[in-house]
């Protein structure tokens, strides 16, 4: 045991969390040779068989289960000695927050910077893209969802509820007419939303809340981009309230037909309760409770 290199079994731990050799290098920033070059290492080192390889992926055999819970103890050992490394006395290491990405390029993107410049020894990652890192394989420290998990020891609480709304721009309108009801959406207008295949979260799927058998034209996966295609005038689409009440050049659509969707905060139980955790959870908490009005505007 003494030759083994820990960023062998940092290698082990991220293979056992992902699954993926390819997704195993992602986290860890190296590439797939480099994953399964040094897990063969370190299970001849061992002298044993770690994981079972399959069409699903890598699976823990039972020798990788011992190991696993030795490793992880000893990576939450020294996650505790990172929160406390910084010599001016502040926290230290990485917090990863994963969000979706409306929510994080409209509005966390705002307020981080008031969370580095309390603790400028922290690295801060904000992944912010259409999906969830999974906070039970340890690929977040805390991440911001659509739902509350129903497994994993993982830790959930409502962050806040958000609306959406129907928008469009002035110019569309003029082109082509302001609906005066919900039935009028399907004579005469384009609806712009999601691609159905590529819908990460059932949460998202809100064109029948509108009116039954509403179908986008067209759609894309990203938030960003749909906001782009209304706001260019391309047709008419569901955004949250955030991010359209930050573009003046959108006009509301059918306004009482709100749609209420709600941000569940989520850590994993095992770091729950690290430093740089629960300040990146009181720092969540405290900014939406300052903006709530941008998220649930009246």
């Known amino acids: 045991m003494q030759d083994i290199d820990w960023s062998d079994f940092q290698v082990f731990l991220a293979l056992a969390h992902s699954g993926r050799t390819v997704d195993a290098a992602n986290l860890l920033g190296v590439d797939a040779t480099t994953v399964s070059r040094r897990l063969k290492r370190l299970e001849t080192a061992l002298g044993a ?9 890598h699976q823990l055999t039972e020798a990788g289960e011992d190991l696993f819970e030795q490793v992880s103890t000893m990576a939450r050992a ?34 981080i910077p008031k969370l580095a410049a309390a603790h400028p020894a922290l690295t801060i990652d904000l992944v912010a893209s259409s999906g969830f ?19 994993g020891q993982l830790i ?36 712009i939303g999601y691609v159905p295949e590529l819908v990460y979260a059932p949460e998202l799927v809100y064109l029948d809340e509108i009116h039954p058998g509403l179908r986008a034209s067209l759609r894309s996966s990203s938030i960003n981009a749909q906001h782009r295609l209304i706001a260019q005038g391309a047709g008419l689409g569901v955004l949250p309230r955030f991010i359209a009440g930050a573009d003046t050049a959108l006009v509301p659509i059918l306004p009482d037909r709100t ?33 709530r009005s941008v998220l649930l505007p009246r």
């Open 49 to 57: 068989a770690l994981f079972e390889r399959g069409r699903e992926g």
């Open 78 to 111: 020294a996650a505790r000695i990172r929160d406390g490394a910084d010599p001016a006395g502040g926290l230290a290491g990485t917090l990863r927050i994963s969000v979706s990405e409306g929510f994080g390029t409209w509005f966390l993107s705002r307020h």
């Open 133 to 151: 890192l999974n906070p039970s394989r340890r690929e977040a420290d805390i991440a911001v969802m659509l739902s509350r998990p129903r497994s």
């Open 156 to 191: 959930a609480r409502k962050l806040s509820d958000y609306s959406l709304g129907l928008y469009a721009t002035q110019g569309y309108i003029e082109k082509s007419g302001m609906p005066e009801k919900a039935e009028d959406l399907t004579r005469g207008h384009r609806l």
């Open 259 to 291: 749609i209420l969707r709600s941000f569940w905060l989520v850590t994993h139980a095992d770091t729950s309760s690290l430093a740089r955790v629960r300040a990146g959870k009181e720092w969540l908490m405290d900014t939406v409770a300052e903006h």
